[in-house]
């Protein structure tokens, strides 16, 4: 197969509530669908964009990437690939690895699961609690109970001890003793303070704190670890199956979180994770706040390894007031149905990416088939 065009087009989805996060708050997500066509006409799909809520300088940049290596794709899939396997912007690897093998996986009418050895399958996922007042967060949480999550994630490091205890008191008080409580704390605590908060915490009976302290700091981090009761999980951390071995080598994590856009793609995020679990680690497969088609990616990726022990950060779209696909698709029951198709077995909606463009639009090679995209 060859790849005969490549199109791009950026897009602004606005969140349905603030997101806030330790250091940063947003009411948009900026983000980038990558479009690949081949001369027999399969047009594949994935999304390539910044980290977080993006801003539209962080599209720039990965569009200033892709610039520079659209011409080289223009040629046959497998030289294509392999194009993309270093040197990239991470989101970028992962988006066009994604349109790359949503066309492998079409063309040979299987999902992109099993192009991975796995199988479509109900993925069980977590529940975001984005308010940070204590009442508004208990409301949500019972909300996500009463959808049959059985697993929430709350956000801290952004208030005082005092407030976020008591956000997370009356949280566990709405949900009762059952439901499990991750909580993210992106990097907001120093070592002391994130023994002091954990310790603190952990009488609500947490499931595990994630990134409690700087991504550098896997000293702290291992300090923390070996202080408090709470399991830790390694995300902001983790870029590299190097991270990866830093982190073991430190005893600084239990968990791993796994987020292909940081990354750099499936191949990437697969060995890591099944490195991590054959060492006695469980892994958690999250989005990093895209529309449908990066969760979608994901989706695939968390059915593609072997064990599923924890709940999966997939149900990030319901914080978005929009999506762009062509179908509804999101969790029912605390659980998301990874997509059966073919290929990553969802489409783009191209009225809703018109209606949400962010302008940033572009393309290389024959537009043909791509024009209502872009």
């Known amino acids: 197969?060859?790849?005969?065009?490549?199109?791009?087009?950026?897009?602004?989805?606005?969140?349905?509530?603030?997101?806030?996060?330790?250091?940063?708050?947003?009411?948009?997500?900026?983000?980038?669908?990558?479009?690949?066509?081949?001369?027999?006409?399969?047009?594949?799909?994935?999304e390539a964009s910044p980290l977080g809520a993006g801003s539209l300088a962080g599209v720039d940049a990965i569009v200033s990437a892709l610039l520079k290596i659209a011409p080289r794709l223009?040629?046959?899939?497998?030289?294509?690939?392999?194009?993309?396997?270093?040197?990239?912007?991470?989101?970028?690897?992962?988006?066009?690895?994604?349109?790359?093998?949503?066309?492998?996986?079409?063309?040979?009418?299987?999902?992109?699961?099993?192009l991975f050895g796995g199988?479509?399958?109900?993925?069980?996922?977590?529940?975001?609690?984005?308010?940070?007042?204590?009442?508004r967060a208990a409301s949500e949480a019972r909300a996500a109970m009463k959808s049959g999550f059985s697993c929430i994630k709350l956000k801290v490091g952004s208030g005082t001890l005092e407030k976020e205890e008591a956000m997370v008191a009356a949280v566990r008080r709405a949900v009762g003793p059952d439901m499990q409580i991750r909580l993210d704390a992106n990097q907001a605590w120093s070592v002391e303070q994130a023994i002091e908060a954990?310790?603190?915490?952990?009488?609500?009976?947490l499931e595990y704190v994630e990134q409690p302290v700087a991504a550098n700091d896997i000293a702290g981090m291992a300090e923390v670890r070996r202080t408090v009761s709470v399991p830790l999980a390694a995300d902001e951390s983790l870029g590299s199956i190097v991270d990866l071995h830093n982190i073991l080598d430190a005893g600084a994590a239990d968990i791993f979180i796994i987020k292909a856009?940081?990354?750099?793609?499936?191949?990437?995020?697969?060995?890591?994770?099944?490195?991590?679990?054959?060492?006695?680690?469980?892994?958690?497969?999250?989005?990093?706040?895209?529309?449908?088609?990066?969760?979608?990616?994901?989706?695939?990726?968390?059915?593609?390894?072997?064990?599923?022990?924890?709940?999966?950060?997939?149900?990030?779209?319901?914080?978005?007031?929009?999506?762009?696909?062509?179908?509804?698709?999101?969790?029912?029951?605390?659980?998301?149905?990874?997509?059966?198709?073919?290929?990553?077995?969802?489409?783009?909606?191209?009225?809703?990416?018109?209606?949400?463009?962010s302008g940033i639009i572009g393309s290389s090679g024959s537009l043909s088939g791509l024009e209502e995209y872009l």
């Open 74 to 114: 223009l040629n046959h899939i497998d030289a294509a690939e392999r194009f993309i396997v270093e040197g990239l912007p991470p989101a970028l690897s992962f988006g066009l690895e994604t349109a790359l093998r949503d066309i492998r996986g079409q063309s040979a009418r299987v999902s992109l699961t099993a």
């Open 261 to 357: 856009a940081r990354l750099g793609g499936f191949r990437k995020s697969l060995r890591i994770a099944n490195e991590a679990a054959e060492r006695g680690h469980p892994v958690v497969v999250t989005t990093s706040l895209e529309s449908g088609i990066g969760i979608a990616a994901s989706a695939h990726l968390a059915a593609a390894i072997p064990s599923q022990t924890k709940a999966h950060g997939l149900a990030t779209g319901i914080l978005l007031e929009d999506d762009l696909l062509s179908v509804k698709w999101e969790p029912a029951d605390g659980f998301l149905q990874t997509p059966t198709g073919p290929g990553l077995g969802l489409k783009v909606n191209a009225a809703s990416l018109k209606k949400y463009s």
């Open 198 to 205: 954990i310790r603190c915490l952990s009488k609500y009976d």
């Open 119 to 135: 199988k479509p399958s109900k993925l069980a996922v977590n529940a975001i609690i984005i308010s940070e007042l204590p009442e």
């Open 1 to 46: 197969m060859i790849i005969s065009g490549i199109g791009w087009h950026g897009y602004s989805l606005p969140f349905r509530q603030r997101y806030v996060s330790a250091g940063s708050a947003a009411s948009t997500r900026f983000g980038l669908l990558v479009f690949v066509r081949t001369s027999e006409g399969i047009i594949g799909m994935g």
